[in-house]
């Protein structure tokens, strides 16, 4: 019989905290594994490992080889991920064995990492994260995923409104800064892009497989430019970068690395990360970000200024 799964409580405290209404799923996660192993034949080989909004469970009895079993909670869309991976086909991504809609399951390849997040040279660290920006932005983006200049019409009121309530509280970002972000924004809704991104391609949802390829886990289904994913690498490094002696160097010296690796534009790279670097401030400063974090993107907005 398949053991109960345990659910660690920092996990279970974190869903809570952002959805009350996670309470019902995660009650009933025990037994909606059990059922999911029966269903596809499988059991339990290690300890869950716990995402954001996920848990996922190394298991075997997978006719593919060593899996994972993914059970995605309310806070996500299991969907939306299973045509992320369907349309990639494992192209720098973890490999898709199967989905259940209902069960909100996906059986993906086991992975054990490490992560790039465990990395020390950022430099390196750069190039492997744009050699699967590259890879992932070699597949044509399916006539259904959404689009970077159609979700750009949202960002730019969103980014008009955080901007106004910083001015009320006393700690806008100057006013030309504003408007330069504003443009960049407003003309990504021009963007004819026709391959796909990540769209959160951090450090820690980029893991090495058994055979040393290192691959994301986690894509979202996004058409959008290769540079749009330096931001996320750059945030990764944040601390670092900030911490140096040149940080605008070390800022774009990380960029240009990432942009040789990815076959993409260093200038454009740069400019879409001031944006998302301004939008990042604003957004963690007014939903009770860490402090440091607050002020090291503050910094970031102003060399990249």
């Known amino acids: 019989m ?3 799964l345990a659910i660690e409580p920092t996990f279970r405290n974190r869903l809570l905290r952002h959805d009350p209404a996670s309470a019902p799923w995660l009650e009933a996660l025990p037994g909606h594994f059990v059922d999911v192993c029966a269903r596809w034949n499988l059991w339990q080989s290690d300890a869950p490992r716990y995402g954001g909004t996920s848990i996922v469970i190394p298991v075997h009895g997978a006719p593919e080889g060593e899996a994972a079993l993914k059970i995605v909670s309310p806070l996500a869309d299991p969907a939306t991920e299973n045509l992320a991976l ?3 086909a494992g192209h720098g991504v973890v490999r898709l064995f199967r989905f259940h809609e209902e069960s909100r399951a996906l059986l993906l390849e086991r992975l054990d990492g ?3 997040s465990e990395h020390n040279d950022r430099f390196e660290v750069a190039r492997i994260a744009g050699a699967v920006a590259r890879t992932i932005a070699s597949v044509p983006a ?5 689009r970077l200049c159609d979700t750009s019409r949202r960002w730019l009121p969103m980014l008009q409104e955080q901007h106004a309530q910083a001015r009320s509280a006393g700690n806008a970002l100057p006013e030309a800064t504003f408007h330069r972000a504003a443009r960049i924004v407003e003309g990504l809704t021009a963007e004819a892009s026709t391959t796909l991104t990540h769209g959160d391609l951090s450090l820690e949802n980029i893991l090495r497989r058994d055979d040393g390829v290192w691959i ?3 894509p979202g289904y996004l058409c959008a430019p290769v540079e749009y994913e330096a931001h996320t690498i750059l945030r990764g490094l944040l601390a670092a970068l900030m911490a140096s002696a040149d940080p605008r160097a070390a800022l774009r010296d990380v960029i240009a690395q990432f942009c040789e690796a990815a076959q993409a534009d260093a200038a454009r790279a ?3 990360s001031f944006a998302r670097f301004v939008a990042s401030f604003y957004w963690e400063s007014q939903h009770e970000g860490d402090p440091a974090d607050v002020e090291r993107l503050r910094r970031a907005v ?3 200024t």
């Open 2 to 4: 398949q053991p109960l």
């Open 142 to 146: 399916p006539p259904d995923a959404p």
């Open 270 to 272: 740069e400019e879409l």
């Open 86 to 88: 369907a349309a990639l």
């Open 216 to 218: 994301a886990i986690d």
């Open 114 to 116: 490490p992560a790039l």
């Open 302 to 304: 102003e060399v990249t």
